[in-house]
């Protein structure tokens, strides 16, 4: 998809701050500095629309870009984040919750873990609930850049089988460095926020 506009639109922290235009929604979630924004900017190919960081926790609340009229992307707050207090986490918790199982516009899901590691316990969980309630979603391994290309393939393996991926689901490696998987990316979106 040709991106012609991209803008931010509001950090919301609950429903009452939620968009009221309808417009499809395709939602990030993942640990905390795994790289949803960066993904997001490279998507639309701008350097800093969401706001990134090399601290963790910089995604407080649910941020809102606008993507050409026509759907949402909407950056959550990371999970796992060790100085996130035991109130916030449950707060975090139950909005994101509320909002996956309830938000009628979201069409998809994109779960971002990191090419380098083995998923985290919460990566798994996350994975688990989302296939649980049905929710459409993608697996996206990102930083694909920081291992060598002739390593990819194991990675992924590796990554599928401790998720339980399944041949045939959605499953995308990724850079947000280099482009890769951006294509890939954007039909699969296209696709589910098609009318
Ligand atoms: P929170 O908002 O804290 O949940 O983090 P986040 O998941 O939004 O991560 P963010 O996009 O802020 O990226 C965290 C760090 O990883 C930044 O320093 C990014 O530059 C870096 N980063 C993200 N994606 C990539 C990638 O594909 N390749 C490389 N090399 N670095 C990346
Ligand atoms: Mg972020």
């Not at 990191?114 to 994975?127: C, Q």
């Not at 609930?129 to 393996?157: F, Q, S």
Request: glycine letters at 6%.
């Amino acid at each position: 998809m040709k991106v012609t506009s991209a803008e931010f639109v509001i950090s919301a922290v609950g429903p009452a701050q939620y968009p009221e235009d309808a417009l499809p929604e395709i939602a990030l979630a993942g640990r905390s500095n795994v790289g949803k924004s960066s993904l997001i900017n490279r998507m639309i190919n701008r350097k800093n629309l969401a706001r990134t960081s090399s601290t963790p926790g910089k995604t407080q609340h649910m941020n809102y870009y606008r993507i050409n009229e026509r759907l949402y992307f909407v950056d959550f707050p990371g999970y796992g984040y060790a100085k996130v207090s035991k109130v916030q986490r449950a707060a975090w918790g139950k909005m994101v919750e509320k909002y996956l199982a309830e938000r009628e516009t979201l069409k998809l899901v994109l779960l971002v873990v990191d090419l380098r590691h083995p998923p985290t316990s919460d990566d798994k969980m996350m994975y688990d609930w989302l296939k649980h309630y049905g929710i459409p979603m993608c697996v996206v391994a990102t930083k694909a850049d920081k291992i060598p290309k002739t390593r990819w393939p194991k990675h992924i393996k590796i990554m599928k089988e401790a998720l339980g991926v399944q041949p045939g689901e959605n499953f995308i490696p990724y850079s947000s460095e280099i482009g890769l998987g951006r294509e890939d990316l954007w039909n699969l979106v296209e696709s589910m926020t098609a009318v």
